[in-house]
């Protein structure tokens, strides 16, 4: 089974702090997400990536960055948290191809006071 | 441009009762089509998709869902609901090659006794 791993379930961070996201998946595969996810408006991509050190900005990428250093891993970071980054953060992954399914890491809720 | 529309946000049923949740897309061809489900807490897990072919698609979980194309619609539905299938769902459209998935803002479901 396809496994993908969020380094937190939970995040408290203050005002003007740098957060940094982690997310692996052990399943080799080329695509990358990060999605924030709020109550009414559904998922909403931020940055995802189709290999190592690319990325390419998704609907809402102001805030945040991202790295992909190695194929396992997608990092999102917060280079100065604000309050409305207050959210639940996916990380999905998907293998090349046209399959389109993705899969999904259990989520961070970052609070942000 | 694709998009996806879930005119539901919330809906309660009764255990036992049959289930159908609503999904329009708009798209110009035949889109790939998925339902994710995301229990509390949890990531999303894909239900089922559709790409082509028999438009009556069986998923996990005993969901199946129908795509009409006249209707452009990709309606879920389950006979018998089971108090574990309260969660959200959403639905999702693509419309192939380096598109990115589009989710719609999701139906939230509770299943009463």
């Known amino acids: 089974d396809v496994k993908v791993t969020q380094s937190s379930r939970y995040l408290v961070k203050r005002t003007g702090e740098k957060v940094f996201l982690e997310c692996v998946q052990d399943m080799d595969h080329e695509n990358m997400f990060w999605y924030r996810q709020d109550p009414g408006l559904g998922l909403r991509l931020i940055y995802f990536?189709?290999?190592?050190?690319?990325?390419e900005k998704g609907d809402i990428p102001e805030g945040y960055s991202v790295s992909r250093e190695k194929k396992e891993r997608f990092s999102l970071i917060l280079e100065s948290a604000s309050t409305n980054q207050t959210s639940m953060y996916l990380c999905a992954s998907e293998p090349t191809g046209y399959s389109y399914e993705q899969y999904f890491g259990p989520g961070t809720r970052l609070t942000v006071t | 441009a694709q998009s996806v529309t879930q005119p539901d946000i919330h809906i309660t049923v009764s255990e036992g009762a049959s289930l159908e949740l609503r999904c329009n897309y708009s798209y110009g061809a035949t889109p790939y089509l998925f339902w994710y489900v995301q229990s509390p807490g949890q990531g999303l897990q894909l239900l089922l998709k559709y790409f082509s072919g028999d438009t009556l698609v069986q998923g996990i979980k005993g969901f199946e869902a129908e795509f009409k194309r006249s209707q452009s619609s990709f309606n879920l539905r389950k006979p018998s609901v089971h108090w574990s299938d309260a969660a959200e769902y959403f639905c999702?459209?693509?419309?192939?090659?380096?598109?990115?998935?589009?989710f719609g803002t999701g139906t939230k479901l509770q299943v009463i006794p």
């Open positions: 990536s189709y290999d190592v050190k690319m990325k």
């Open positions: 999702a459209v693509n419309s192939g090659g380096y598109q990115k998935v589009t």
